[in-house]
C-alpha cells in the first residue's frame, strides 16, 4: 500500500534552515508530480509547493517563493522540502502528498511538525 513518512521537523529560531524528507512507498514514485502541504496550528491546509515526476520543474507558493526549495531522488523514492530563512509564520505541520495526474492529492503522510521560535 501507499505509505508517505515525512521526517526532519522539529523546533528552531527564525532565520534558520530545516530540511524535510519525505520517504514513498507502494508505488512507482518517479512516476507521480508530489507536493509539500502544510497546516499552521488553527489554520486550513496551505500548497506550499509541488514537482514534476521528473523533478525538472517546481512550483511554490507565493508565501514561501525564494525562500524555499523542493527535489526529489527517485533512485531513493525520497521527496525533500529545504527551507532556508525560516520564519515565525512557517510554523505547521508539513505534509507529503502524492498527486493525480490531474493534480488532485490522494494519499498523504501523518506529517511532521516545524515550529519556528525564539
Known amino acids: 500500500q501507499v505509505q508517505l513518512v515525512e521526517s526532519g521537523g522539529g523546533l528552531v529560531q527564525p532565520g534558520v534552515s530545516l530540511r524535510l524528507s519525505c520517504a514513498a512507498s507502494?508505488?512507482?514514485?518517479?512516476?507521480?508530480?508530489m507536493y509539500w502541504v502544510r497546516q499552521a496550528p488553527g489554520k486550513g491546509l496551505e500548497w506550499v509547493s509541488i514537482i514534476t515526476s521528473g523533478g525538472d520543474r517546481t512550483f511554490f507558493a507565493e508565501s514561501v517563493k525564494g525562500r524555499f526549495t523542493i527535489s526529489r531522488d527517485n533512485a531513493k523514492n525520497t521527496l525533500y522540502l529545504q527551507m532556508n530563512s525560516l520564519k515565525f509564520e512557517d510554523t505547521a505541520v508539513y505534509f507529503c502528498?502524492?498527486?493525480?495526474?490531474?493534480?488532485?492529492?490522494?494519499?498523504w503522510g501523518k506529517g511532521t511538525l516545524v515550529t519556528v521560535s525564539s
Open positions: 502528498v502524492k498527486s493525480l495526474p490531474d493534480f488532485a492529492m490522494d494519499y
Open positions: 507502494g508505488f512507482t514514485f518517479s512516476n507521480f508530480w
